[in-house]
């Protein structure tokens, strides 16, 4: 192909590439106001009642889990189970409990903690409760203001993970939930 049919031929696939471009934004023009803000509301998070006075059981080994109790009067109680009869292998799970800064989160206890286990009350109020699960049912009790809402945001093997939260609402157990983070709410009865 000689020099002037290649000029030719680039000369045409431009005209060809700027009329399609053109076809297609034809009729097309988008206003924009500059006084317009855009606001990401971040992630959304779930609300989920949880029926005061409704326990959850488990059988240490035999299940993956985090359970989520509500006793009434403020206490919680959340534990932990794993699979480990069946998987041969620990869970490792990263559980930060919060609330809105109004809340006091108080008398922290952990139970059924091995020496590795942590628990603590964070600086800003939050608890963070980390537990390499096996055979037992590691967890923590604690207190917030009798009908307040608590967010629990849960990692399991590094991962967020809320199809294994489970809890009591209306009268079922939850078994699993739809985010996580997730805002548990006492139910009015």
């Not at 078994?175 to 997730?182: E, L, Q, R």
């Amino acid at each position: 192909m000689n020099a002037s049919m290649k000029n030719f031929a680039s000369l045409f696939t431009t005209l060809t590439a700027c009329a399609g471009l053109s076809l297609f934004s034809a009729g097309c023009f988008v206003e924009a106001d500059v006084d317009a803000t855009i606001v990401d509301p971040g992630p959304v998070i779930a609300e989920v009642a949880i029926d005061p006075g409704a326990t959850l059981a488990s059988s240490p080994g035999e299940g993956v889990g985090l359970f989520v109790e509500y006793a009434g009067g403020g206490h919680w109680n959340v534990f932990t189970s794993c699979d480990t009869a069946f998987s041969g292998t620990s869970c490792n799970f990263d559980v930060l409990v919060s609330a809105d800064p109004r809340v006091q989160l108080s008398n922290v206890e952990g139970y059924e903690l091995n020496a590795f286990d942590t628990l603590s009350l964070n600086g800003d109020g939050s608890i963070q409760l980390v537990t390499d699960t096996d055979f037992g049912l590691n967890g923590m009790s604690f207190d917030a203001d009798p009908g307040a809402t608590i967010e629990v945001d849960i990692l399991l093997d590094g991962e967020a993970q809320p199809q294994f939260v489970y809890a009591v609402s209306d009268g079922v157990i939850l078994k699993g939930v739809p985010t996580s983070p997730v805002d548990f709410t006492p139910a009015i009865r």
